[in-house]
């Protein structure tokens, strides 16, 4: 199992920027890839981005190609989530997953382990 801390939310303005980062414990780190989603109050918890731990496959939801970036640092065993030009839809609590599978990563269920979660609240 691996643990998963995910950190760098807070408030933010409309067109503004955040950088999240995801810290995993675990030794064999790069044998996973991750991913970020998020939920909003009263909505289904939907994907954002993923990537390959050992690899350069990269992954995003259309709504944010061109304003978020995901990036990796296996020596830090640490995933990260640059966001960009945030918009008030973009609200939500972000949470980190992990899972050994290489393919179908915008579906939450192939997901083994998640963080805790960090909110991010986009406002004027």
């Known amino acids: 199992q691996v643990q998963l801390v995910e950190s760098g939310g807070g408030l933010v303005q409309a067109g503004g920027s955040l950088r999240l980062s995801c810290a995993a414990s675990?030794?064999?780190?790069?044998?996973?890839?991750m991913g970020w989603f998020r939920q909003a109050p009263g909505k289904e918890r939907e994907f954002v981005a993923a990537?390959?731990?050992?690899?350069?496959?990269?992954y995003y939801e259309d709504s944010v190609k061109g304003r978020f970036t995901i990036s990796r640092d296996n020596a830090k065993n640490t995933v990260y989530l640059q966001m960009n030009s945030l918009r008030p839809e973009d609200t939500a609590v972000y949470y980190c997953?992990?899972?050994?599978?290489?393919?179908?990563?915008?579906?939450?269920?192939?997901?083994?382990?998640w963080g805790q979660g960090t909110q991010v609240t986009v406002s004027s």
């Open positions: 675990e030794r064999t780190f790069s044998s996973y890839a």
């Open positions: 997953g992990a899972t050994k599978r290489s393919y179908g990563l915008a579906y939450f269920a192939v997901y083994d382990d």
């Open positions: 990537i390959s731990w050992s690899g350069g496959s990269i």
